[in-house]
């Protein structure tokens, strides 16, 4: 029994995050989809409103018989890693200019807590330039988000500017 959890601020969740679920679906038994609690960042959407959007948009993707799961949590990822019982952190690289931050991340992450697994994936091409703080400019600014967010998403962001 693998589990791994996939942590984010998913503000909101693109087509890239759950592209790199499906993938992991293949590598892991459960995922636990956790959005991080931070008092300090003014969101998009509530903590709230991201948990039910990724609820039903995780009903779309194939996820075989992997086990989604969707929380929130707050504090440092490895406590919260540890107490779910995790082996593994799965996190999204697009391109190189992630890498750096996600390394210090993953590094950090095993230096306070060895026993978890930093495990980077690479989302399908058509992603690699999608991320939720692109997604927000384009959207405020009036431009098109078909494809890169889930249409609930999208119907999701017109109402709350509507
Ligand atoms: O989607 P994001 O905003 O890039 O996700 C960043 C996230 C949530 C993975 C990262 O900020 C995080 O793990 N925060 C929890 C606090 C923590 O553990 N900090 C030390 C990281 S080395």
Redesign the pocket.
């Known amino acids: 029994m693998r589990r791994a959890i996939y942590?984010?601020?998913?503000?909101p969740v693109t087509n890239g995050h759950l592209d790199i679920i499906e993938r992991g679906c293949k590598l892991f038994d459960e995922i636990i989809i956790?959005i991080?609690v931070?008092p300090d960042k003014q969101p998009f959407f509530t903590i709230e409103e991201r948990l039910e959007m990724l609820q039903e948009v995780l009903q779309t993707i194939a996820r075989g018989k992997c086990v989604l799961r969707v929380d929130a949590?707050e504090?440092?990822?490895?406590?919260?890693a540890v107490a779910q019982e995790a082996d593994a952190?799965v996190?999204g690289i697009r391109a190189i200019s992630d890498y750096e931050y996600e390394l210090?991340?993953?590094l950090?992450?095993r230096r306070?807590e060895p026993s978890i697994e930093t495990v980077f994936m690479m989302p399908a091409e058509t992603y690699s330039y999608v991320s939720?703080r692109l997604v927000k400019e384009v959207f405020l600014l009036g431009g098109e988000l078909d494809g890169l967010v889930p249409p609930l998403v999208q119907t999701r962001m017109k109402e709350r500017t509507s």
């Open positions: 942590p984010g601020s998913f503000d956790a991080l931070n949590f504090g440092l990822l490895v406590h919260y952190i996190r210090q991340m993953a950090m992450n306070l939720s």
